[in-house]
Structures are given as C-alpha cells and as structure tokens.
C-alpha cells in the first residue's frame, strides 16, 4: 500500500477566484471531510499531489503543521482540455479501520490468439484495510478460448480482502473473432463487340429462378 507524506495549507479565501490564483501558484485547491468533522480547506502543491495520485488509492498524510491528516482521494476534477489538476476531495481515514474501495485488476497468461480479449471491467470494488489496499488485483486467464469468460470470483484476492462486486460480474471476456467479408471491386472491360460482363441484376435473378 503506498503511503505519501504531503505539505498543505490552511486556505481562507474560495469560490472561481481564489481557486485560480492558487492553481497560477502552483498548488491544487482541496477539501478535507469525513469522520464527522468540519471540512477543512485547504491547497496542495500540484507536482507533488499529481505524481501520488498516479498510484489508485493512494494514501496520503497530509501535514497541517498543526495537525496531520491521513486521507484518500474521494474525486479528482481535471481541466478537460489540458488535463490539469483542478479540484481534489479527500476523505478521512483511521489507520485500523476498513474502507470500500475500487481496486485494478490485472491478467496474465496466455490464452486463445483466435479471440479478442476485452476488459468488461478494469477494476472490483473491495473491503480491506485501509493500510493494506493493494494497488492491483490478479485474474488468471492461463488456457481462456474464445467465446469464455472470467468473473468476479475468480480475481486472487489476498488475505484480509473480502469481495463486494457481484461474484458473477464479467471483469474478462475473450470474445470470438469474426470473419470480416472484404469486398474488392472489379470492372471487366469488354471486348469489341460483347457484352459487358456484370453480376446478375435481381430481376435477372428472379426471371432465371421461374426457368
């Protein structure tokens, strides 16, 4: 489980305003909330908070100066265009307790080259400690053929974590190929004095099945 000591600071000016100067600085405008406390606002530097949240379900000690804070990212809001940090609600946790959280699942193995493997989900959601979440969960798929799939239940979950998702949920489908018809156009030029030689039109067809 990774685990990211953070600097933040106590904010006192918000709305648009605000939160575009602190972005022009350099830092992330977030919130604080959870365990029944007043939500705390506050800024984080951007290149720091941007490289944490890279790792799924990162956890963070924010220091306050006064008072640490340990949280997960709740949402994450990005400029659309640039992708930028915009926006980050964090959650508070207790090391101890038990979280619910979405986990991404990885596969390996070899399986049919005839089939196109599609990931239905790339993550479950499951209960865990919240100092022992793992970055990313196992799902055999060694010999899958074509048309099979893997679910839920059969994800390797290590010791502690319990299964919320659907057990029967697809999180694997290795779909059949199709066969795709390719057309390739043709013109016959005829010669001097014949016929063009074209497919027979439909009503050519009909008068030769009455024959």
């Given at each position: 489980m990774a685990e990211v000591s953070i600097k933040g600071a106590l904010r006192s000016e918000f709305g648009k305003g605000a939160s575009r100067r602190i972005r022009r600085d350099g830092s992330?405008?977030?919130?604080?909330?959870g365990h029944g406390e007043k939500p705390i606002h506050?800024?984080?530097?951007?290149?720091?908070?941007?490289?944490?949240?890279?790792?799924?379900?990162?956890?963070?000690?924010?220091d306050l100066g006064e008072k640490q804070?340990?949280?997960?990212p709740k949402s994450i809001v990005r400029n659309p265009i640039k992708?930028?940090?915009?926006?980050?609600?964090?959650?508070?946790?207790?090391r101890g307790e038990r979280v619910v959280v979405h986990v991404p699942v990885h596969a390996h193995g070899k399986y049919d080259p005839e089939g196109i493997l599609e990931h239905v989900h790339n993550t479950i959601e499951v209960e865990v400690d919240v100092t022992s979440i793992p970055a990313s969960l196992d799902l055999d798929i060694e010999g899958l053929m074509a048309g099979d799939s893997?679910?839920?239940s059969e994800v390797t979950l290590p010791e502690g974590v319990i299964l919320k998702s659907d057990p029967k949920m697809t999180v694997i489908h290795l779909s059949i190929r199709a066969a795709i018809e390719e057309v390739v156009p043709v013109e016959v030029i005829p010669a001097e004095g014949e016929a063009a030689a074209t497919a027979p039109a439909e009503g050519v067809a009909a008068e030769e099945s009455k024959e």
């Open positions: 992330v405008p977030a919130v604080i909330y506050i800024s984080l530097p951007a290149r720091e908070v941007g490289v944490a949240i890279k790792t799924p379900n990162v956890l963070l000690n924010v804070e340990l949280v997960l992708g930028t940090l915009e926006h980050i609600d964090l959650i508070i946790v207790r893997k679910s839920a």
